[in-house]
């Protein structure tokens, strides 16, 4: 049982409880504002803004009815929750007074203001907050059904509770038959790049407890040169990887599974090469949702452009050429920040800002990149990673070194963070 100060602890460790917030002032401004999704940056935001800005007018569009805690499904894929552990009624989190539109955007037109969901509601806004999360374009790998995760040696813990239960059954088939386990990650911006390492990291541990590492092969296909871009993190996790007998391959990028031959294709510099395989855990492209790619929110030029992230400054999250829009969460055009311990520093910055701008105040609040993820090692041991902007490592706690693989660090992602989470979407952490 986790007494209140551990969670405590953990949550803010964790980068998802503020410590100790000021007393915040409130804007009587009757602003129209549209919030498009009710994820973990859509439902914490219109919590925010509703006890920030009691008169505006708050409507929130997203036609999912259940919100997803995508950072349990990580432990999901580890057996050790069930898909019903990550999943809430989204009903139970929009906030009084706020407005749900039960539909997707259809259409962003920033130029007047407004946007049409796809049954034709046109919504007015002042400002827009873009909340949609990015989509999981698993159809850009050849031969890569999301509907076979769990069959021929597939898996995947990205495509919903199910399938990173089914990828935990399909873990436990590799390690009776054996053979050859292929984990990697995309070449495009993703959310938590930590998770492609760690459900490598389970994999070995798993069969290691059930006596059976000898008959598995692991190989770990990164993108680049590197498997995580903040280089001591890159450093630390190729000497575990070392360690526990996981090899690594550099500038693979998968393009083409034959799911009967279990064969999988990946691009190179120098052509293409086959590995067959008997497991392969797949982490597809991932891109803005396709309504924002096909507005003209996302960058024009740039290395942000190609897969539609929305132009957005990276300390205010605003967007430069229409200033009554922001973008957060994991569709902002930002470098880093993927991460809902990420959205737990943005929509403060937002909401804020707009709050000070609203009562003649200059804004000041800025966002610094914080990206966080607990790095699970092994069964009870993990590293909090926790950094910004610059790949500067910024441990929340000085007793919580950020680079050891510590049983607090795994309690924080095991236990402190729903909690801390949920809290996130009512605006009260
Ligand atoms: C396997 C995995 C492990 C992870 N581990 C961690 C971790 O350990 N720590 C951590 O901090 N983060 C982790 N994350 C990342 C975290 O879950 C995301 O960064 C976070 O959910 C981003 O919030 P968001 O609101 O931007 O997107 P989401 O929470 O994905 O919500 C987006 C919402 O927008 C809606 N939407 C999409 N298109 C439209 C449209 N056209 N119109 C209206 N609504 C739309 C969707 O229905 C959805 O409800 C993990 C994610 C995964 C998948």
């Known amino acids: 049982m986790l007494d209140r100060r551990t969670f405590l602890i953990a949550g803010a460790a964790a980068g998802l409880v503020a410590p100790g917030a000021a007393r915040a002032q409130t804007s009587p401004a009757p602003a ?54 990550v999943v809430f009624p989204n009903a139970d989190f929009i906030p009084r007074g706020v407005e749900w539109v039960r539909e997707a955007v259809a259409e962003f037109d920033p130029e007047g203001n407004a946007l049409v969901t796809t049954g034709g509601r046109r919504v007015a806004y002042d400002f827009l907050f873009v909340a949609t999360g990015l989509k999981l374009d698993y159809a850009a790998i050849e031969g890569m059904d999301p509907a076979r995760i769990g069959q021929d040696g597939i898996a995947s813990i990205y495509a919903g509770p199910e399938a990173a239960a089914a990828s935990y059954r399909a873990i ?13 990650r995309p070449p495009t911006e993703m959310k938590c790049a930590g998770a492609p390492l760690k459900i490598t990291f389970i994999t070995e541990d798993l069969a290691r407890r059930q006596g059976r590492r000898e008959a598995v092969e ?90 539609g992230w929305v132009e957005a400054d990276r300390a205010t999250l605003r967007h430069p050429r229409y200033a009554n829009v922001f973008a957060v969460g994991d569709v902002a055009g930002v470098p880093r920040g993927k991460t809902a311990a990420s959205v737990k520093w943005q929509v403060p910055v937002v909401v804020e800002n707009l709050v000070a701008e609203a009562a003649g105040r200059a804004p000041t609040a800025a966002f610094n990149g914080y990206t966080s993820c607990p790095m699970v090692t092994a069964f009870g041991k ?21 680079l050891e693989e510590l049983w607090i660090s795994w309690l924080i992602e095991e236990k402190g963070l729903k909690g801390a989470y949920r809290a996130m979407l009512r605006g009260l952490a």
């Open 218 to 307: 692991l190989i770990y296909n990164a993108h680049s040169d590197v498997v995580f871009t903040v280089p001591p993190v890159n450093a630390k996790v190729h000497e575990l990887f070392a360690a526990r007998g996981i090899a690594v391959n550099q500038g693979h990028v998968l393009t083409a599974i034959d799911a009967a031959a279990r064969r999988a294709t990946y691009r190179m510099a120098g052509g293409e090469v086959t590995l067959d395989y008997e497991f392969i855990h797949v982490v597809p492209p991932m891109r803005a949702p396709d309504a924002v790619r096909a507005s003209p929110l996302p960058w024009q030029e740039g290395a942000l452009a190609a897969d």
């Open 382 to 402: 993990a590293m909090l990673i926790e950094f910004d902007y610059e790949g500067t490592l910024t441990p929340s706690f000085p007793f919580i070194a950020p």
């Open 32 to 85: 129209r504002i549209a919030i498009a999704g009710a994820g973990a940056a859509g439902l914490s935001l219109a919590s925010r803004l509703r006890g920030r800005m009691p008169n505006a007018k708050i409507t929130v569009i997203d036609a999912k009815e259940e919100h997803y805690f995508q950072p349990g499904f990580t432990l999901v894929g580890a057996g050790l929750w069930e898909p019903r552990d």
């Open 172 to 184: 436990e088939d590799f390690i009776r038959t054996g053979g050859v386990g292929l984990f990697g």
